[in-house]
């Protein structure tokens, strides 16, 4: 199945793509969907209201999720480009729900910032709550998988040690616009998905997830050890290479560009790149 948030009536419908229309659930948002019992069966089986797929208001897949954990080098070839040694455990940090954006709503740049960039991420979504959940438990959290876009500003993620003030800024990550459940895609819970991101129409990351070192279930198992998971939280698996920070000479997102992430067989995000607007 692809499941989505739909923007509709002055709120936020869960829905499942049918075709060319998108089914009503009956919850408020997936995030909502995934936290009832029997939520894949449900989903299933929803005849209810529909909507046209064109046109359609995609919020983020999940809009509240109570945690968002990302995963820093992960990719063995962005690894490599940021001149570092493969690492024995995943480098996690997070972001909040305030920084969530639609799959076609603007990016917002802050004046603060002169190093802005990207990176293109598939992002797993637990449909079960797990603590230190193991091989087929972990496995069986994972509700599906969407696109993601870590977008960074390099210059305070790298003021000091901890990256957390370079990756949380508000109302700037894109995430969506479905999810989509292991089931539909090559390698179920270890999905093998081609990644492409590019920069008004310029390929800049070019990748397959099969050059993850830590595999959606390995998250699944390392990040519950730490903290539980819920349903609808997020864990952003990390970028490949091509990341504008890496490149000589450095290039980054200065407003008004269209950066496009896709991911075979779960979506796009198209967004533009705005100044931020005044609280």
């Given at each position: 199945?692809?499941?989505?948030?739909?923007?509709?009536?002055?709120?936020?419908?869960?829905?499942?793509?049918?075709?060319?229309?998108?089914?009503?659930l009956?919850?408020?948002?997936?995030?909502a969907?995934?936290?009832?019992?029997?939520?894949?069966e449900?989903?299933?089986?929803?005849?209810?209201?529909?909507?046209?797929v064109?046109?359609?208001?995609?919020?983020?897949?999940?809009?509240?999720?109570?945690?968002?954990?990302?995963?820093?080098?992960?990719?063995?070839?962005?690894?490599?480009?940021?001149?570092?040694?493969l690492p024995?455990?995943?480098?996690l940090?997070?972001?909040?729900?305030?920084?969530?954006?639609?799959?076609n709503?603007?990016?917002?740049?802050?004046?603060?910032?002169?190093?802005f960039?990207?990176?293109?991420?598939?992002?797993?979504?637990?449909?079960?709550?797990?603590?230190?959940?193991?091989?087929?438990?972990?496995?069986?959290a994972?509700a599906?998988?969407?696109?993601?876009?870590?977008?960074?500003?390099?210059?305070?993620?790298f003021?000091?040690?901890?990256?957390?003030?370079?990756?949380?800024?508000?109302?700037?990550?894109?995430?969506?616009?479905?999810?989509?459940?292991?089931?539909?895609?090559?390698?179920?819970?270890?999905?093998?998905?081609?990644?492409?991101?590019?920069?008004?129409?310029?390929?800049?990351?070019?990748?397959?997830?099969?050059?993850?070192?830590?595999?959606?279930?390995?998250?699944?198992?390392?990040?519950?050890?730490?903290?539980?998971?819920?349903?609808?939280?997020?864990?952003?698996?990390?970028?490949?290479g091509?990341?504008?920070?890496?490149?000589?000479?450095?290039?980054?997102?200065?407003?008004?560009?269209?950066?496009?992430?896709?991911?075979?067989?779960?979506?796009?995000?198209?967004?533009?790149?705005?100044?931020?607007?005044?609280?």
């Amino acid at each position: 199945m692809k499941l989505a948030t739909l923007r509709v009536d002055g709120g936020t419908r869960a829905v499942k793509l049918d075709g060319d229309v998108l089914v009503d659930l009956g919850a408020p948002d997936v995030g909502a969907l995934l936290a009832e019992e029997g939520w894949a069966e449900r989903a299933a089986a929803a005849t209810g209201t529909t909507y046209p797929v064109q046109g359609a208001d995609f919020a983020p897949v999940v809009p509240r999720p109570s945690k968002v954990v990302c995963v820093g080098l992960n990719y063995r070839n962005h690894i490599q480009e940021m001149g570092r040694d493969l690492p024995e455990h995943p480098t996690l940090f997070a972001k909040f729900a305030d920084c969530l954006i639609g799959a076609n709503d603007d990016i917002q740049r802050p004046d603060e910032t002169e190093k802005f960039d990207w990176e293109a991420e598939l992002a797993v979504v637990v449909g079960a709550p797990v603590r230190r959940a193991r091989g087929e438990q972990a496995q069986k959290a994972i509700a599906g998988f969407t696109a993601l876009n870590d977008i960074t500003c390099r210059d305070w993620q790298f003021r000091t040690r901890e990256w957390l003030q370079g990756k949380m800024w508000d109302s700037s990550t894109p995430v969506g616009p479905c999810l989509v459940t292991p089931d539909e895609l090559p390698g179920g819970v270890r999905p093998v998905l081609d990644v492409r991101l590019t920069v008004d129409g310029e390929v800049m990351q070019s990748d397959s997830t099969g050059d993850l070192l830590f595999d959606p279930v390995d998250l699944v198992e390392y990040v519950s050890t730490i903290v539980r998971l819920n349903p609808g939280d997020i864990i952003a698996t990390g970028t490949p290479g091509g990341v504008g920070h890496a490149r000589r000479p450095e290039r980054y997102l200065l407003g008004g560009e269209t950066v496009v992430t896709e991911i075979q067989g779960i979506g796009r995000l198209e967004n533009k790149v705005v100044k931020e607007k005044s609280a």
